[in-house]
Structures are given as C-alpha cells and as structure tokens.
C-alpha cells in the first residue's frame, strides 16, 4: 500500500552530493531479495518501472546490488521479449519494455535478451496503426487531433499509444547496442518521433497523449513533457523541441513536486538549459527518507547525479 | 416427411443455436444484485467551501444510522489534475469534513484513495489542488491506488468482456467505500459522478495513464463491470460548485450549493442528474445499473432531506450528450 503521511517539508537546500548520497543508500536498502524494487516498501510486490529506474540511478561502485538488479530483470522478462508492469502481470507485455531495454543497454547488456526484446519493441504498435481503427478515425471518430498514420507504442497491447511508452521505446531503440540503425528499427523510432511532433500540446509540452479534444487545447504535464524531449535529444533542433523546452522551464518556476521537478532538470540538463534554481527548488523539498515512492526516489538521484555531467539520459554522443 | 437421425440431429443442432444467440442479449451479464427495495438519497444546502461543511456533514449522515463502528473507511475523491481556476476536483475541504465524520462515527482507520486518470505525478495534483495540506492537517494517510499493491480480481458483471482486473489491495481491503465524485458533465461519458468515479481505483501501473484500455472496452461498460465487482457503500457527492459543459477538465463552473448523500450509487448520480437537469435513463449505466445496482426511479428514493428541484436552465453538454438534457415534465418522467 502506498501511504504517504504529509509531514511539512524543510525549506534549507541540502548539499546535493549528499542529498544523492542518501537517495543511493534508501534504494539500497529498498532493494527486494529477488534483486527488483516495489513502488513502496510496504509490499514485496516488484514492479518493473522503479526497479529500471533504480537500476539507472545505482552508481557504478554499487557492484552488488546493479548486478542483482540486472539479474533480476533479465530473469522477469517475457517469453515474447517484453517486460511485465510488475509480479504477477500477465505476458502480454506492458508499456515499459522500453525503459527496462534502456536500463539494460546503459549497464552494457547485450545479447539474446536484449535481442529479443528490440524484436517486440519493432512488432508492438499502437491500435490506431491497424487500417480498421485508422478508417474509423479518420471516418467518424474526430474529438482527438490526432493523426493516425503517426503511431508509436501503447501502455498495454490493443489499446492506442501514448507518450509515456512511446519515449521509453524511442530512447531504448536509438540507443540500444550492437544493432544496425536502419531498417524497422528506423522506421519505428521515425514513426515514434512524428507521433511525438502529432501530439504535442499547442504552446509546447505534452501530456498523456492527447493536445486537443473537442477543439480545446489540454495542458501539458511537466514529467512527461521531460521524458519525451529526453527521447527527441539527438533530433536535429525544430520548434517542437524549442518550444516545449521553454514552457518546461516556466512550468519549473511555480512546480513542487519531487517527480516532475527530477524530470524537468534530467530534460534541462541534457539539453544545455540552466538548472541550478531547479536543482535548490528540489534540493529544499526532497528528504529522501520520507520519499515513499521508489520510482521518485530513483529520479530524484538520477537528477542529483547529474550535476558532475553524468546525466543517465544524456547518452547522444555515445552511438 | 422421413426424418432420419443425420437430418434431426443437423436440425436439433441448429434450433440449439439459434436459441442461444437470440437469448444472449436478454440474459443478465451481472452476477451479483445488490439493489434494495428502497435507497436512501439527502440533498443538503451547502453555500460554499468553508469549515462550515463538517456540520452540515455530521447531521447528513445522522439521518442514514451508518454503522461504521470498527471499520476501514475509504474515502475515493475525484482528483484529476490541477488547472488553476477550474472546479476539476472534489473540494479538499469536504474530504476533510468526511474524514472527521467517519472518525466521530467510530471507523477503525479513515483513508483517503485515489488514482488519477490522466496526470501521473500524484503528488503534484495533491500539492497544487491544496489537499497535500488539508490531509496534513487532519492527519489522514494518501494511498496512491495508481501505485498500490495489486490483485488480479474477477469481474463481477460481463458488460466488457473482461474477465478479471487487477485492483489495489487498499480497495479491496476496505470494509466501507465512500465514492466522492465532483458532479460534472464529461464529454466521453455524459457525466460523471459517483460510479464514474470509480474508474480511479483501476491502476495506472498496470494499465497506463489514462487507463485506455476501459474506454476500448466501452466506459458504460466498463462503469457497470468496476461498480458491480467494487462496490460503494456511500455516495458523498460535491455539487457545491460543479461543472458544465466540456467536463471533466474544461467546462464551466456552476454552483448548484449542493451536496448529495446515498446510500446507493444508482440512486445518487440519478438524484444528481435530475439536479442537473438532464435524464437519468438516457445514461446506459444508470439506466442499467438500476437492474442490478440499486434504485434510479423516485418512487424507490426516499428523499432525507430537501427535495430534487431540476434548475430553469439544464446543464450544458458536448453536442453528442445533447439527448441528455430535459425539461418540464419530460425531468420528472425521466
């Protein structure tokens, strides 16, 4: 059960070094058996979002505990080559196949695994991609701006695709190891790149998935307008980018909450932006040891690390 | 004629079919009935948002006896993000209210749950929408169902063809749900009020934000097969300032100063649609929620407290939901 108990939180800006420090050491301790994490510690029930986030955020002296982790998420995937949500999910495969295949390629894990898990990221594609459910959009169904022929990847299969897993699969396909960057690979992160630009909400930024509906422009959310410019970071500069990074950091001004604050300076950074007001804003509310999600946990010290210039996401001059 | 075993049994077969197809749509798809003779509904006057609520609360449910003595209470609100300005949410400051009152009634815990639909940041909306604060102060516990331990549960009604869901333990677990709807119109779902509110118990770490998949399966659908399998014990509705128009994100304010209590979810969203002005058979969940889930007719609702008056002027809708609103004596007869 995921309870938070709302303490006031201390407004002094912690040394950030230290701040991480103390995140690594909550992960550490939070760290299942079996190698995987829950969204809290009141279950044992892993889920595969915190636990490739945990993974990311380990430092690389965390010997034991990456590879129990690796282990751990080379043991839980599907037969298909996908990733469940979490215990017990069925085999279907969940929208987080991309960010677990991330996680894997920034540890160096190549091979069969890794394989096979590209091969269903190429095969898995959102609904509106089939000719039956584009006719209908195209025909009847107007309330969503959208474009049908834009597609990328859903959060479960046979539903339509959003942001969130569509940017986790970019950013797995784009910086996966030791595969030839044409082809379907290609052709999927194209798809998923336009599908991004489809979306996008008028003056910048995304949510969900849906910018317009019923003719009435929805907001943007800060963490996943972060996560899809992380996956556009190597996009030759459009005013996609442009503007979303502009509203990110007027949404940074007036934001509190330790998971889109993470976010936005993980986006800032990799994309040359100041962060150090972000980084005090977060510095001042985050006390890692009341931090109950897991998942934020991991986040967070993915966003304190960053500041030696060991930004997770910032991995474009790489390939 | 000669009727031989290969033509009979061609033939027996055939009728056998037949039969079964043209039965299916008559045969009841739930598997649990839990209307009562008669519900229980008590509109109460409420001007505005002030601590004044927890006493118009307290005698509200005065008037149902509840017996929650000894037991876990989830309250679920309706949070679903913050957009300054905008009536989106079921107000903290009544959650609050029903907080203290379920303690003074002598439940064992009081929580509050929730999981929203469309922004995955949680504690942002809870920051921003000003119930970060509210709970602190009467130290009540947050349980973020996006994100809570998981249970595969079967359905209890066929109306999507799911079988099962996986749900949070916390919903699962508790002795009494209290469903906390803001009363808005909703452009994919004509409305959406305390069985609608539901669709916040369905985890987004299972099935994404939004939870895409209850919409491919069909929201009316999807609304019965969730109420039927979870079921509310309490409807304690904000209609103090609701929302008109293009809900559940972008409409338009409009005060009704109301709240509305149940102790049958048919028989509140009714109650509250006819305070909308719009009828309550023309929503499929309603209307077939009232085979099965409770009471959507006046002549089974006993009114506690003040009597339905439809406004002048029914709520405004997307032009899709326009069948929806009703006026005169078509509103008493819907």
Sequence with gaps: ?319 | MKLDRRTFLTASLGLAAGASTTALPNRPKYHVARRQPRSRVAILGAESYSHKLESILQYGLGLFHLDVRGKTVLLKPNLVDYISGNHINTHPLLVCAAVECFRRLGAKNVLVGEGPGHQRDTELVLLESGFSEALRQVSVPFVDLNRDELAITPLLAGYTGMKCLWLPRTVLEADFVVSMPKVKTHHWSGVTLSMKNMFGVVPGAKYGWPKNILHWKGIQESILDLCATVPIHFVIADAIVAMEGNGPLNGHPRPLNRIVLSDDPVAADATCMRLMGLGPARITHIRIGAQFLGNASTERIDQLADVVCAPANPFEVVPEFQHLRVTGSAQRDS
């Design chain 1, 1 to 319: 059960m995921t309870i938070w108990w709302f303490c006031p939180r201390t407004q002094r800006v912690h040394d950030t070094q230290e701040l991480n420090c103390a995140c690594v050491q909550e992960l550490i301790d939070r760290q299942l058996p079996e190698g995987g994490w829950p969204f809290t510690t009141v279950t044992t029930q892993w889920a595969v979002g915190p636990t490739a986030l945990a993974l990311l955020a380990l430092p690389s002296n965390s010997v034991r505990e990456r590879d129990a982790a690796i282990r751990f998420l080379l043991r839980t995937q599907n037969a298909n080559g996908s990733w469940p949500a979490f215990s017990g999910d069925d085999e279907a495969g969940s929208g987080l196949t991309g960010l677990a295949l991330y996680a894997l390629n920034r540890c160096c894990v190549q091979g069969m695994v890794t394989d096979r898990a590209i091969q269903w990221l190429i095969e898995s594609r959102g609904w509106e991609s089939h000719w039956l459910w584009k006719w209908k959009f195209r025909t009847s169904d107007h309330h969503v701006r959208f474009d049908p022929d834009k597609f990328g990847w859903p959060w479960i299969p046979e539903t339509v695709s959003w942001v969130v897993p569509t940017a986790y699969s970019i950013l797995a396909l784009k910086y996966a190891r030791g595969i030839p960057q044409q082809g379907p690979v290609q052709f999927r992160i194209r798809h998923g790149v336009e599908m991004l630009h489809d979306r996008i909400c008028p003056g910048g930024g995304w949510n969900a998935g849906n910018g317009v509906v019923y003719g009435f422009p929805l907001s943007p959310h800060a963490d996943v307008t972060a996560l899809a410019l992380l996956s556009l970071l190597n996009e030759p500069p459009n005013h996609f980018i442009t503007s979303s990074l502009d509203w990110l950091e007027r949404r940074a001004d007036t934001c509190f909450a330790p998971w889109s604050l993470a976010w936005t300076i993980l986006a800032l950074d990799a994309f040359g932006r100041p962060t150090e007001l972000v980084v005090d804003r977060l510095a001042s509310v985050v006390d890692p040891a009341e931090v109950k999600d897991c998942a934020t946990l991991a986040v967070v010290s993915l966003a304190f690390a960053r500041a030696p210039g060991d930004n997770a996401f910032r991995v474009a001059d790489e390939t």
